[in-house]
T-cell receptor
Framework: DQQVKQNSPSLSVQEGRISILNCDYT??????FLWYKKYPAEGPTFLIS?????DKNEDGRFTVFLNKSAKHLSLHIVPSQPGDSAVYFC????????????FGSGTRLLVRP | EAGVVQSPRYKIIEKKQPVAFWCNPI?????LYWYRQNLGQGPELLIR????????DSQLPKDRFSAERLKGVDSTLKIQPAELGDSAVYLC?????????FGQGTRLTVV
């Protein structure tokens, strides 16, 4: 049973436009959500996170939105840059403070120059 | 600040052979994780340590996998004997809060 789902395996966007990556979760016990970026042959790099007490968190070009009622979160990148081309993983952590991260399967983003 | 260091980066072994991976976490991080990532999938937790204690090893295949974290710092993950299905990237991560920081991983190929 996949608790964190990223249903789009890939996304292609023109440079300068907005990239929107989506993530759905099924476990209502999750209360902290994170996005990681991964380049080939490297480990995942933490990008941005959001607590369940918020519905939006912004860091420069990256914004994460959380819709708890829909169990859905999204990552917006604007403007998109070619260097943003990578695999993006959504992860969720339960509210028991275990910091156990459950990852989605990832979305490969390609930003075309 | 140095990040999470893993070695080796790559390992090719024959099936039924043993293999070990080493991880040095970020200084001050009490929590250490070992994840396994199969091709086209997200990382899956194998084991999580709080200091020296393994607090979550429910996903670790204990018949062939073992791990230890001596003195609450470095950690090793061992597979013995390796099977073809163990081919994957093994990631170590550390944290002092909910954001985990990952090493570059060890790509294991079992032939």
């Amino acid at each position: 049973d996949q608790q964190v789902k990223q249903n789009s395996p890939s996304l292609s966007v023109q440079e300068g436009r907005i990239s929107i990556l989506n993530c759905d979760y099924t476990n209502s016990m999750f209360d902290y959500f994170l996005w990681y970026k991964k380049y080939p042959a490297e480990g995942p790099t933490f990008l941005i996170s959001i607590s369940s007490i918020k519905d939006k968190n912004e860091d420069g070009r990256f914004t994460v939105f959380l819709n708890k009622s829909a169990k859905h979160l999204s990552l917006h990148i604007v403007p998109s840059q070619p260097g943003d081309s990578a695999v993006y993983f959504c992860a969720a952590s339960p509210m028991d403070s275990s910091y156990k991260l459950i990852f989605g399967s990832g979305t490969r983003l390609l930003v075309r120059p | 600040e140095a990040g999470v260091v893993q070695s080796p980066r790559y390992k090719i072994i024959e099936k039924k052979q043993p293999v070990a991976f080493w991880c040095n976490p970020i200084s001050g991080h009490n929590t250490l994780y070992w994840y396994r990532q199969n091709l086209g999938q997200g990382p899956e937790l194998l084991i999580r340590y709080e200091n020296e204690e393994a607090v979550d090893d429910s996903q670790l295949p204990k018949d062939r996998f073992s791990a230890e974290r001596l003195k609450g710092v470095d950690s090793t993950l061992k597979i013995q004997p390796a099977e073809l299905g163990d081919s994957a990237v093994y990631l170590c991560a550390s944290s002092y809060g909910p954001e985990a920081f990952f090493g570059q991983g060890t790509r294991l190929t079992v032939v």
